[in-house]
């Protein structure tokens, strides 16, 4: 079960990278999200995957799921939330502005490969 | 408590001058006088008990955790160099009342002046090495501003960008130097670096620290190889000149060799780095004194090999060459000030300094001619003046080295070729400026200059007269208490007199002095000599070094920073691979000793999809809803692996936010493309994917590695003091709003500034209105699907309520702020799709960044809430209360806080997305601007 729950997360985080490298501001918003789900998960995992645990304290369950990473995920998936929202909001701020939606800020009218 | 008078009343003087006015010169110049006097008068007082061996000190704690504190001492080297900082700085504020012309603004030149006279005292005075360090960087800076004090000319700015660049660097070396020395002793107290000399010398970072510290002190000290800038900061007024680059700031690197002789010297590297680089240093200065035609650079070379004669004194590990050097130190001040005094006064009353337009100046100024010869004189080294009784004893020293072995006899015989050079050069001055027949091509006729621009040299005249003719008298006691503190025993017992008798340091004397005269009369084959070598001009060398330092960087930042978004992530990424990689190759096995657990097929179903769904995320890019679509499983998926593997919390935020993120971009791609177009080549695409897999495989190995290593989690502090003390049995939402509510206090600010950052954005926002999809189909008229309207209005209480009843029992059972007020959100903008904003916008009428406004400021103002109680920032306070028809109800200041939590998730929420569904009506966040 871990080899499965640590390849998803690879997946995840591969094709959010993938996604995040291209050049349309969209993508890129995308890209970044489905990263921070596998970034949210990796993290979430670090306090082990614990299987029918017990979500309060005095609930007659078995162990207790390690809250600590719990906590930190809560308030990540949050922010996350936040900044998803704020960049794809400049994404159409600069679209606005500048007439463009690829990351650099090129014109429309001069689409060409970043020469990177 | 006087200690600290010396070193601050100048630094008040540096404000006081800033009062008097450019035109009541006289009461400028008296006030900014009247701080140093005091100052040399409160010095004064405590000569006698310094000079009978007391070392009064003073020290305040100032930033125990550097090791810095603000302690003073005054003992005799300190005296030493106070008195020679404090007396001459008064005749030179003397000369430059008289030398500024009208136009220059003199309470400028006096503050800076005052500055630099402040931190200087401040560097032989300090008692601790870090603010020994401060006040050199401090007389660097001041120093900068005295070079470019005409900053209207080109020369005086280049010459303080280079005394500044090569000082600067000289004193970060400086620094490294001193940690290090701190780091060897453990202290940076000045004493105990001083008696801990075994120690440091054992150490294997001597060496290094030695070396950074001579870095120092070199380039201050204008040692050679960095010799160039002091003749280029010569560009500076002359009273500057006389005081910083003869007098006072160019001694610091010698003050420094002094200062900390007790602690480094007695090695053979510093036998031989300082005492050659000194030897080195006095003849090239000295050579180059012989050549120049300017005055000042001529007075400026024979300081750098003063310089250099005094740096060879401290070196050669002899006592009596170290009280040879502090003697020097004095002399070289009075007499060489003086000089510069009276080249300054040629400048002044005769518009050039150009030896070869100089000759016969005794017929007018004869007063300034004979103060010019008896001060040359001295730096010749002829007898009766101070300057032969110290390079007497520096002969007599060079004698005594057991440098170089059986090749010691070399040093002696160049010391003698030294002060041959300085006799001429000597010669040279006095003889081509003022005698020599008479001048020609002069700009204007020169006359005698104003007592009061004399007075300041015939003082120092007449020091090196007396000093010259009674030194036991004179200089004896400040010497023996100057090298009692410089060297570790005792100093030896002092014999200055004018007469020792026939001996080989009197014969070396006279030799240099007819020898001096010889090279004069024969200078000119030197000079023809000399025109065989290309001229160098360092200043040209040094611009031409600094500017293709910056061609270099810019093109480095060019190159890093070509404005690509692309190109900077694919430097994170790289880096991001690199660092973790590395670690993961440093473990053993991927897999750890945890056993692995068992798979279910449902769980191998759900990875399947999620996996999938990610894939097809990245894969179907160009066709943004289904990717979008895509986006969403992959969120839905991350919401049930929360459930499944116990985090209840995590299921239901994520699930919340999951329908907030997907309504988000929904409404962004109303606005954006609806199609991404084909654009990156396939070698771009190529290397992105494979970044990407490296990516993905690293995270994978990383998670894996962890997942099957046993942890030690701080967790159970958490699960053991949750209940008793938090008062809550959901440790999660204990965890955010008790034990890490500060963190979470911070969370919610982020929040709140970026909706109000949205709010900005959005604000008169212009954008394309589509009334049709990419492929031309025209939007749908109906305006509002009928069912939803219904339903989600039915819908609204009930969302309403259960979105209360989780906030209430988040602290007892998974839920809390985040995800009630996440719930409230979702409820709320069901309300805005299903009826439109129009309709909404009737019934909600109320902004939302003063709810989330509100939100954060509850938080806070809870938090500090148990301040009132006396307790520290957001501390928790719970207990049971009965409630009639409730019941007993436990509840807590946590709840409180979590109420901020819940309405900034709120506030913040609905303002981004309610500002964004608002672009496409005409209740745009800007028309609403200004109808209010």
């Given at each position: 079960?871990?080899?499965?729950?640590?390849?998803t997360t690879g997946i995840l985080a591969a094709s959010g990278l993938y996604l995040a490298l291209r050049g349309r501001t969209f993508p890129v918003v995308v890209g970044l999200t489905l990263l921070s789900y596998a970034v949210n998960l990796f993290l979430f995992s670090t306090g082990g995957l614990t299987t029918d645990g017990s979500a309060v304290i005095g609930?007659?369950?078995?162990?207790?799921?390690?809250?600590?990473?719990?906590?930190?995920?809560?308030?990540?998936?949050?922010?996350?939330?936040?900044?998803?929202?704020?960049?794809?909001?400049?994404?159409?701020?600069?679209?606005?502005?500048?007439?463009?939606?690829?990351?650099?800020?090129?014109?429309?009218?001069?689409?060409?490969?970043?020469?990177? | 408590?006087?200690?600290?008078?010396?070193?601050?009343?100048?630094?008040?003087?540096?404000?006081?001058?800033?009062?008097?006015?450019?035109?009541?010169?006289?009461?400028?110049?008296?006030?900014?006088?009247?701080?140093?006097?005091?100052?040399?008068?409160?010095?004064?007082?405590?000569?006698?008990?310094?000079?009978?061996?007391?070392?009064?000190?003073?020290?305040?704690?100032?930033?125990?955790?550097?090791?810095?504190?603000?302690?003073?001492?005054?003992?005799?080297?300190?005296?030493?160099?106070?008195?020679?900082?404090?007396?001459?700085?008064?005749?030179?504020?003397?000369?430059?009342?008289?030398?500024?012309?009208?136009?220059?603004?003199?309470?400028?030149?006096?503050?800076?002046?005052?500055?630099?006279?402040?931190?200087?005292?401040?560097?032989?005075?300090?008692?601790?090495?870090?603010?020994?360090?401060?006040?050199?960087?401090?007389?660097?800076?001041?120093?900068?501003?005295?070079?470019?004090?005409?900053?209207?000319?080109?020369?005086?700015?280049?010459?303080?960008?280079?005394?500044?660049?090569?000082?600067?660097?000289?004193?970060?070396?400086?620094?490294?130097?001193?940690?290090?020395?701190?780091?060897?002793?453990?202290?940076?107290?000045?004493?105990?670096?001083?008696?801990?000399?075994?120690?440091?010398?054992?150490?294997?970072?001597?060496?290094?620290?030695?070396?950074?510290?001579?870095?120092?002190?070199?380039?201050?000290?204008?040692?050679?190889?960095?010799?160039?800038?002091?003749?280029?900061?010569?560009?500076?007024?002359?009273?500057?000149?006389?005081?910083?680059?003869?007098?006072?700031?160019?001694?610091?690197?010698?003050?420094?060799?002094?200062?900390?002789?007790?602690?480094?010297?007695?090695?053979?590297?510093?036998?031989?780095?300082?005492?050659?680089?000194?030897?080195?240093?006095?003849?090239?200065?000295?050579?180059?004194?012989?050549?120049?035609?300017?005055?000042?650079?001529?007075?400026?070379?024979?300081?750098?090999?003063?310089?250099?004669?005094?740096?060879?004194?401290?070196?050669?590990?002899?006592?009596?060459?170290?009280?040879?050097?502090?003697?020097?130190?004095?002399?070289?001040?009075?007499?060489?000030?003086?000089?510069?005094?009276?080249?300054g006064i040629v400048d002044h009353e005769c518009g050039t300094r150009d030896i070869r337009k100089l000759k016969g100046l005794w017929r007018y100024m004869p007063m300034t001619t004979a103060l010019a010869t008896i001060t040359a004189a001295s730096m010749a080294g002829f007898p009766l003046l101070n300057g032969f009784l110290s390079k007497e004893m520096m002969?007599?020293?060079?004698?005594?080295?057991?440098?170089?072995?059986?090749?010691?006899?070399?040093?002696?015989?160049?010391?003698?070729?030294?002060?041959?050079?300085?006799?001429?050069?000597?010669?040279?001055?006095?003889?081509?400026?003022?005698?020599?027949?008479?001048?020609?091509?002069?700009?204007?006729?020169?006359?005698?200059?104003?007592?009061?621009?004399?007075?300041?040299?015939?003082?120092?005249?007449?020091?090196?007269?007396?000093?010259?003719?009674?030194?036991?008298?004179?200089?004896?006691?400040?010497?023996?208490?100057?090298?009692?503190?410089?060297?570790?025993?005792?100093?030896?017992?002092?014999?200055?007199?004018?007469?020792?008798?026939?001996?080989?340091?009197?014969?070396?004397?006279?030799?240099?002095?007819?020898?001096?005269?010889?090279?004069?009369?024969?200078?000119?084959?030197?000079?023809?000599?000399?025109?065989?070598?290309?001229?160098?001009?360092?200043?040209?060398?040094?611009?031409?070094?600094?500017?293709?330092?910056?061609?270099?960087?810019?093109?480095?930042?060019?190159?890093?920073?070509?404005?690509?978004?692309?190109?900077?992530?694919?430097?994170?990424?790289?880096?991001?691979?690199?660092?973790?990689?590395?670690?993961?190759?440093?473990?053993?096995?991927?897999?750890?000793?945890?056993?692995?657990?068992?798979?279910?097929?449902?769980?191998?179903?759900?990875?399947?999809?999620?996996?999938?769904?990610?894939?097809?995320?990245?894969?179907?890019?160009?066709?943004?809803?289904?990717?979008?679509?895509?986006?969403?499983?992959?969120?839905?998926?991350?919401?049930?692996?929360?459930?499944?593997?116990?985090?209840?919390?995590?299921?239901?935020?994520?699930?919340?936010?999951?329908?907030?993120?997907?309504?988000?971009?929904?409404?962004?791609?109303?606005?954006?493309?609806?199609?991404?177009?084909?654009?990156?080549?396939?070698?771009?695409?190529?290397?992105?994917?494979?970044?990407?897999?490296?990516?993905?495989?690293?995270?994978?190995?990383?998670?894996?590695?962890?997942?099957?290593?046993?942890?030690?989690?701080?967790?159970?502090?958490?699960?053991?003091?949750?209940?008793?003390?938090?008062?809550?049995?959901?440790?999660?939402?204990?965890?955010?709003?008790?034990?890490?509510?500060?963190?979470?206090?911070?969370?919610?600010?982020?929040?709140?500034?970026?909706?109000?950052?949205?709010?900005?954005?959005?604000?008169?926002?212009?954008?394309?209105?589509?009334?049709?999809?990419?492929?031309?189909?025209?939007?749908?008229?109906?305006?509002?699907?009928?069912?939803?309207?219904?339903?989600?209005?039915?819908?609204?209480?009930?969302?309403?309520?259960?979105?209360?009843?989780?906030?209430?029992?988040?602290?007892?059972?998974?839920?809390?702020?985040?995800?009630?007020?996440?719930?409230?959100?979702?409820?709320?903008?069901?309300?805005?799709?299903?009826?439109?904003?129009?309709?909404?916008?009737?019934?909600?009428?109320?902004?939302?960044?003063?709810?989330?406004?509100?939100?954060?400021?509850?938080?806070?103002?809870?938090?500090?809430?148990?301040?009132?109680?006396?307790?520290?920032?957001?501390?928790?306070?719970?207990?049971?209360?009965?409630?009639?028809?409730?019941?007993?109800?436990?509840?807590?200041?946590?709840?409180?806080?979590?109420?901020?939590?819940?309405?900034?998730?709120?506030?913040?929420?609905?303002?981004?997305?309610?500002?964004?569904?608002?672009?496409?009506?005409?209740?745009?966040?800007?028309?609403?601007?200004?109808?209010?």
């Amino acid at each position: 079960m871990e080899a499965l729950f640590a390849t998803t997360t690879g997946i995840l985080a591969a094709s959010g990278l993938y996604l995040a490298l291209r050049g349309r501001t969209f993508p890129v918003v995308v890209g970044l999200t489905l990263l921070s789900y596998a970034v949210n998960l990796f993290l979430f995992s670090t306090g082990g995957l614990t299987t029918d645990g017990s979500a309060v304290i005095g609930d007659g369950g078995g162990e207790y799921a390690d809250p600590l990473p719990q906590a930190l995920v809560l308030t990540a998936i949050v922010i996350g939330f936040a900044m998803t929202a704020f960049s794809v909001i400049l994404a159409m701020r600069v679209r606005g502005d500048v007439g463009s939606d690829h990351v650099n800020g090129n014109r429309v009218d001069e689409p060409r490969e970043d020469k990177s | 408590m006087s200690l600290l008078l010396i070193v601050l009343l100048p630094l008040l003087g540096s404000l006081l001058p800033l009062l008097g006015s450019n035109q009541r010169r006289h009461q400028c110049a008296l006030l900014t006088a009247a701080m140093p006097l005091i100052a040399l008068l409160v010095t004064l007082r405590e000569t006698p008990g310094v000079l009978a061996g007391e070392v009064p000190r003073l020290a305040f704690s100032w930033v125990p955790a550097l090791g810095l504190d603000l302690a003073l001492r005054l003992d005799g080297l300190s005296l030493l160099f106070v008195l020679l900082i404090l007396g001459i700085g008064l005749l030179i504020i003397l000369y430059a009342r008289h030398y500024l012309a009208e136009a220059d603004n003199m309470p400028r030149f006096y503050a800076y002046l005052m500055l630099f006279m402040t931190s200087m005292l401040g560097i032989v005075m300090a008692d601790n090495l870090i603010l020994l360090w401060m006040f050199w960087e401090l007389t660097s800076l001041s120093s900068f501003l005295l070079i470019g004090f005409w900053s209207h000319q080109s020369a005086p700015r280049k010459g303080a960008r280079m005394a500044l660049a090569v000082t600067g660097m000289g004193g970060l070396a400086l620094l490294a130097g001193f940690i290090l020395i701190g780091q060897i002793v453990g202290s940076f107290d000045m004493q105990t670096v001083l008696d801990s000399r075994d120690v440091i010398l054992a150490d294997p970072r001597y060496l290094p620290a030695l070396l950074l510290v001579l870095l120092g002190a070199f380039t201050k000290s204008a040692q050679f190889p960095f010799q160039f800038w002091l003749p280029q900061a010569m560009a500076a007024p002359t009273p500057v000149s006389a005081f910083l680059h003869s007098a006072t700031m160019v001694k610091a690197g010698v003050f420094l060799l002094a200062r900390l002789h007790p602690a480094l010297a007695g090695s053979q590297e510093w036998l031989y780095l300082v005492s050659l680089t000194g030897l080195v240093t006095m003849l090239y200065g000295a050579y180059f004194a012989l050549i120049k035609l300017d005055l000042k650079a001529i007075l400026a070379y024979s300081t750098v090999s003063h310089l250099g004669l005094i740096t060879m004194l401290f070196g050669l590990n002899s006592q009596m060459a170290v009280v040879a050097g502090l003697f020097h130190i004095l002399n070289h001040a009075t007499f060489k000030a003086a000089l510069f005094m009276t080249a300054g006064i040629v400048d002044h009353e005769c518009g050039t300094r150009d030896i070869r337009k100089l000759k016969g100046l005794w017929r007018y100024m004869p007063m300034t001619t004979a103060l010019a010869t008896i001060t040359a004189a001295s730096m010749a080294g002829f007898p009766l003046l101070n300057g032969f009784l110290s390079k007497e004893m520096m002969l007599a020293e060079t004698l005594e080295t057991p440098l170089l072995g059986g090749l010691a006899w070399l040093i002696p015989a160049l010391a003698t070729i030294g002060s041959i050079l300085a006799a001429a050069y000597s010669l040279r001055y006095v003889r081509n400026t003022f005698f020599d027949g008479k001048p020609r091509e002069l700009e204007k006729t020169p006359h005698e200059a104003p007592f009061p621009l004399r007075l300041p040299v015939l003082v120092l005249a007449i020091v090196c007269v007396v000093v010259g003719l009674f030194p036991a008298l004179t200089a004896t006691g400040l010497l023996t208490a100057a090298a009692d503190a410089t060297l570790t025993m005792p100093a030896p017992e002092l014999h200055l007199s004018i007469w020792h008798g026939f001996n080989l340091p009197l014969l070396m004397s006279a030799i240099a002095l007819i020898g001096g005269l010889l090279v004069y009369v024969l200078r000119q084959h030197l000079f023809t000599f000399h025109r065989q070598f290309p001229a160098r001009d360092s200043l040209a060398i040094f611009e031409g070094a600094v500017q293709r330092l910056v061609r270099f960087t810019q093109w480095g930042i060019d190159t890093l920073e070509n404005g690509s978004l692309q190109r900077y992530m694919l430097w994170v990424v790289i880096s991001a691979l690199v660092v973790a990689g590395m670690s993961l190759m440093g473990i053993e096995t991927l897999k750890g000793e945890l056993a692995i657990q068992e798979a279910s097929p449902l769980i191998i179903v759900g990875a399947v999809i999620t996996c999938f769904a990610g894939l097809a995320t990245a894969f179907l890019h160009r066709r943004r809803l289904i990717s979008l679509i895509m986006l969403s499983v992959v969120g839905l998926m991350a919401s049930l692996i929360f459930a499944r593997f116990s985090a209840p919390d995590l299921a239901l935020t994520q699930l919340a936010v999951e329908v907030v993120t997907v309504i988000l971009l929904m409404l962004a791609l109303f606005f954006l493309p609806q199609k991404t177009p084909k654009e990156s080549s396939a070698s771009r695409i190529v290397r992105d994917v494979l970044l990407a897999a490296g990516f993905g495989g690293v995270v994978a190995s990383l998670n894996y590695a962890l997942l099957t290593r046993p942890l030690n989690s701080i967790s159970d502090f958490f699960l053991e003091n949750s209940v008793p003390g938090g008062g809550g049995h959901n440790v999660v939402n204990v965890i955010l709003v008790d034990f890490r509510g500060f963190d979470t206090l911070g969370e919610i600010t982020v929040l709140c500034i970026a909706g109000i950052g949205i709010y900005k954005l959005l604000n008169r926002l212009r954008l394309f209105m589509p009334s049709s999809d990419s492929e031309g189909r025209p939007w749908s008229p109906d305006r509002y699907p009928m069912i939803l309207a219904s339903v989600s209005q039915s819908l609204l209480p009930m969302a309403l309520l259960v979105s209360v009843f989780i906030f209430l029992r988040g602290h007892n059972a998974p839920g809390g702020g985040f995800i009630a007020g996440l719930v409230t959100a979702v409820a709320l903008i069901l309300m805005y799709i299903a009826h439109g904003v129009e309709w909404a916008q009737q019934r909600l009428s109320f902004q939302y960044q003063p709810i989330a406004v509100a939100g954060v400021a509850i938080a806070a103002l809870t938090g500090i809430g148990s301040w009132v109680f006396g307790y520290p920032f957001l501390t928790s306070a719970f207990g049971h209360f009965h409630i009639p028809l409730i019941g007993d109800v436990e509840l807590a200041t946590a709840m409180l806080f979590d109420l901020g939590v819940y309405l900034t998730v709120v506030g913040a929420t609905l303002m981004i997305l309610a500002n964004l569904g608002k672009v496409t009506t005409s209740h745009r966040p800007s028309k609403q601007k200004e109808k209010a």
